[in-house]
């Protein structure tokens, strides 16, 4: 699923949007401005019981949670 994160300049917050398309016009669900920054995120994939991080090395803690390795997420 395409769901990207984004901050909103007016109000200050972040939110989530699922989005379809290479340039769609995303609106800030609190105020409903369109001037918004899309935010670089972590990404992850559910292999059997554990999901692995596809964007830090080997050994990087992938920002998501408290833990020191992506390898010991579950």
Do not use: R, W
């Not at 699922?18 to 669900?29: D, H, I, T, Y």
């Not at 920054?37 to 408290?66: E, Q």
Request: proline fraction near 5%; hydrophobic fraction near 25%.
């Amino acid at each position: 699923m395409p769901i990207f994160e984004y901050h909103c300049h007016s109000c200050n917050q972040d939110f989530e949007k699922l989005v379809f398309g290479a340039n769609p016009e995303v609106a800030c669900p609190h105020c409903g401005q369109t001037k918004v920054d899309k935010l670089m995120s972590a990404c992850a994939a559910k292999v059997g019981y554990k999901f692995t991080s596809t964007s830090s090395p080997k050994g990087a803690s992938c920002g998501s949670c408290s833990s020191g390795s992506c390898s010991t997420c579950h």
